[in-house]
């Protein structure tokens, strides 16, 4: 295990009904608050005219940025920004899911930025300063509402990129029965999502991590268990709430701790939703399998310790390969009872593009941990991902 400093300040207000406690949580920050929310369901389901109700109550000034859209643009943070300017905001409340909350993260810190904000968020730099947030979390996958992380999308650009060091949420209300309206297909993006981000720090070559490893196990085969009963049952709270809170753990820093982490899969997904814009989950579900195939031979004896330890598998008379074979297999086959997407022509993407967006991925330099992949490794997964 290598040395680690792990600090977390979200407040994390977990259960039914705590909604309620929004407008005074809020209250605590100021009198002026930016809301922010995504594409309109919150008002559609109800949500939104009682987070109004309950801000009101309290006599807060409510501003608003909607619209906010799935690879969140930078053009909806300029306008949080200069919303913030204008009107003193002492508070941003995101709430949605993570797209809403990363460009309300980018709102925070872009309040005090001189110059333009798309270098700002090229610098992937630590933020020092930003405006107070809070979250009401209404789809399980960034694990974004217990994080400082954020992913911002230039459309012009075609270009997606990570920001960390943004803005710990001060406070996150997560109630589960806010997911219950979210369609089937953005709840199955969620726990591949959601399993990506355990990936990403579970296949590691660090050492001596047995404690980070179970932990990550767990997260994915409560997600396996749960996956299955929220399909059959959208209002099963138990399933519901299960997902919402590994989505939380898996990206909250518990995971990750005394390890070094991968995140190529993230990158080369992120290419591929900066020019077509498909759910970032979506897209996760095409490559990450493929990315196993690719690494398998870094870590074999990973490989098979995942696939005995989330999905069972007998090892009796098999070699540490064909068990780590079957792993992968497994992992697609899960994704597929989950009618998630499997290769890249699901979405009619243009087989020419494969090479630009491989391109792209590296344009900073070889990405990923546990293989360092160049252009052309890129380009094979996207191969693999296409078929």
Not at 275 to 298: C, Q, R, T
């Amino acid at each position: 295990m290598q040395n680690f400093k792990f600090q977390n300040p979200t407040e994390l207000i977990f259960g039914k009904g705590e909604v309620e406690k929004v407008a005074k949580k809020a209250k605590e920050f100021g009198e002026n608050v930016l809301l922010t929310y995504g594409g309109g369901s919150i008002k559609k389901f109800g949500l939104y005219d009682k987070v109004i109700s309950l801000l009101e109550a309290e006599n807060i000034n409510i501003y608003e940025v909607g619209g906010i859209k799935s690879n969140p643009r930078i053009s909806s943070v300029k306008k949080g920004v200069q919303i913030c300017k204008e009107n003193n905001i002492d508070l941003i409340l995101a709430v949605g899911g993570g797209s809403v909350i990363d460009a309300s993260k980018a709102i925070s810190v872009g309040y005090y930025h001189d110059g333009d904000l798309w270098e700002m968020v090229k610098e992937d730099g630590e933020f020092e300063k930003a405006i107070p947030l809070g979250t009401i979390l209404t789809l399980a996958a960034t694990g974004s509402e217990m994080n400082a992380n954020a992913v911002i999308t230039n459309w012009e650009k075609k270009k997606k990129l990570g920001v960390h060091g943004t803005k710990y949420p001060n406070f996150s209300i997560l109630d589960p029965e806010n997911t219950y309206t979210v369609p089937e297909n953005y709840t199955v993006y969620g726990i591949v999502d959601i399993a990506a981000h355990v990936f990403e720090q579970y296949f590691s070559h660090t050492d001596s991590t047995p404690l980070m490893d179970r932990w990550a196990e767990d997260i994915l085969k409560t997600l396996l268990e749960s996956s299955a009963k929220v399909l059959e049952d959208p209002k099963d709270y138990d399933a519901r709430a299960d997902i919402m809170l590994a989505g939380t753990m898996a990206l909250n820093g518990f995971v990750s701790m005394g390890k070094e982490e991968d995140w190529a899969s993230h990158a080369i997904e992120h290419e591929i939703s900066a020019i077509y814009d498909i759910p970032h989950g979506a897209g996760l579900s095409i490559v990450f399998p493929n990315w196993m195939k690719y690494v398998i031979d870094e870590g074999v004896e990973k490989f098979a310790q995942y696939g005995k330890r989330v999905f069972d598998i007998n090892d009796e008379g098999k070699n540490e390969k064909e068990v780590a074979l079957e792993a992968i297999k497994e992992t697609r086959e899960w994704f597929n009872r989950m009618n998630a997407p499997a290769n890249l022509s699901y979405y009619d993407i243009d087989k020419n593009d494969l090479e630009i967006m491989a391109e792209k991925a590296v344009e900073s330099g070889k990405i990923g941990n546990y293989k360092n992949l160049d252009k052309e490794d890129v380009f094979e997964i996207l191969k693999m991902s296409y078929k």
